[in-house]
């Protein structure tokens, strides 16, 4: 029976300060993270045919066999964690797959950031890595044709950002579902982190020094926020607003 098996999983999403809160998770002594990248185990990656994708599907944890041995190193740690943004977007894949590796006491990490933001950021993203050759509102617009063709969700700048479905389900499938808004880790980084300890079971020490901030930008001008707000407004018919962001979040205080 393998018994190092995480205890949390930070599922996503992308762009919105997950990679901050993995460098103090990992900080401490009760903690254990193996060092690696995003294992993309749970998510099931598909056969993605995009012209960049070869290379993420190399990166995939296929087998059990395969992923339990990223735990090797466990060393006796109170608490075992792993992350990948793919399960946020990936939902459904995942949250079957963490069930019945793990079960569903599992507790979920999920990070938010206002979808504004977090889709222009990624296409950024992208557009660093030399991976997207469009204007914004051109790889807008290819959304469809590209997930017609298979690519990876990456180039989905606006549907990852829809995360009310995404959400949802998992507050349903587990019993332990942590929300943290982007815009709280900016605004106090340090207690946003002593309260990840807590949610996790941990103590809160303050071995830390949290001197680094958010790396993320306001890079929209108000044309593109006024456009791209009204392209994030519905998801599959309701609202999107911070109503229905707030209700998500009250179900879980």
């Known amino acids: 029976m393998v018994t190092n098996l995480p205890n949390f999983i930070l599922v996503g999403a992308a762009k919105t300060g997950t990679t901050f809160l993995l460098k103090y998770l990992e900080q401490?002594?009760?903690i254990y993270i193996p060092n690696s990248n995003e294992?993309?185990?749970h998510s099931k990656l598909k056969n993605f045919q995009g012209p960049y994708d070869k290379e993420k599907l190399k990166k995939q944890t296929r087998s059990f066999k395969d992923y339990i041995k990223y735990f090797k190193n466990y060393n006796g740690?109170?608490?075992i964690g792993e992350f990948a943004t793919d399960y946020l977007y990936a939902y459904e894949e995942s949250i079957?797959?963490?069930?019945?590796?793990i079960g569903r006491d599992v507790k979920i990490i999920i990070v938010l950031r206002n979808p504004v933001d977090r889709s222009f950021s990624q296409y950024r993203h992208v557009v660093t890595k030399r991976q997207e050759p469009?204007?914004?509102w051109d790889a807008v617009n290819a959304q469809d044709e590209r997930e017609k063709k298979k690519w990876r969700w990456t180039y989905q700048y606006i549907n990852t950002s829809k995360y009310y479905s995404q959400v949802k389900a998992y507050i349903e499938a587990f019993d332990n579902v942590k929300v943290i808004i982007h815009e709280?880790?900016?605004?106090?980084?340090k207690r946003t982190v002593e309260e990840l300890y807590k949610f996790l079971g941990v103590e809160v020490k303050h071995f830390y020094n949290i001197t680094e901030k958010v790396n993320v930008k306001r890079v929209y001008k108000s044309k593109i926020f006024f456009k791209l707000s009204k392209l994030l407004e519905k998801v599959e018919g309701k609202l999107f607003n911070s109503m229905i962001l707030s209700e998500i979040i009250n179900r879980l205080i």
Do not use: V
């Open 77 to 79: 740690e109170k608490i």
């Open 184 to 189: 709280d880790i900016k605004a106090n980084p």
């Open 39 to 41: 294992l993309y185990f």
């Open 134 to 136: 469009l204007e914004f």
């Open 96 to 101: 079957k797959s963490i069930k019945e590796t």
């Open 28 to 30: 401490h002594p009760d």
